[in-house]
């Protein structure tokens, strides 16, 4: 019952986060497809706003460790394992439950819906913007990615905490 509680609230913490970078979509540039991505990138009055490759990385690293360490006192000190095998399991579970939400309910529903994610000078490329497959790929890049984030808990858990 507590891994549904947990879910739900960072369901909403990742909604919240997600909601308030949106407001600037220029910053999720890389989150968008391929051909939105390289038509914004070719434009003029973009140039100086997009992200570099450099700062998204920090970002996501950052963002990285934050998860790591979260989750990792979360499952220690709320739900009270001590085991790499609850930990990971667990900690798998709930990546998997979000990463579902964020590519059904966020990115199918919420982003590939919306016209207020489509940058101005794109909009007869407005097709791509609701490329499902894009997202359902970057999905299941991001499963993998977070089998590697649920590994490092599972050590975190088992050996630090």
């Not at 051909?35 to 997009?50: A, F, G, L, P, Q």
């Not at 199918?108 to 016209?115: A, D, G, L, T, V």
Request: aromatic share 12%.
């Amino acid at each position: 019952m507590i891994i549904i509680i947990e879910c739900i609230i960072l369901g909403i913490l990742f909604t919240t986060m997600v909601y308030i970078i949106s407001k600037n979509p220029i910053a999720t540039l890389y989150n968008y497809p391929p051909k939105v991505r390289d038509r914004v990138k070719s434009m003029k009055e973009y140039k100086d706003k997009i992200p570099t490759n450099k700062k998204k990385m920090l970002a996501k690293s950052i963002v990285a460790i934050i998860i790591i360490i979260s989750v990792s006192l979360i499952l220690r000190y709320i739900n009270g394992y001590t085991n790499f095998k609850d930990s990971f399991l667990s900690s798998l579970l709930i990546w998997t439950i979000i990463n579902i939400y964020d590519i059904i309910i966020l990115d199918i529903c919420w982003f590939c819906q919306s016209e207020k994610f489509i940058f101005k000078g794109t909009e007869d490329i407005k097709k791509e913007y609701k490329n499902y497959w894009y997202h359902i790929k970057e999905g299941i890049i991001g499963e993998v990615i977070g089998i590697v984030l649920c590994l490092l808990i599972g050590l975190i858990v088992k050996f630090i905490l």
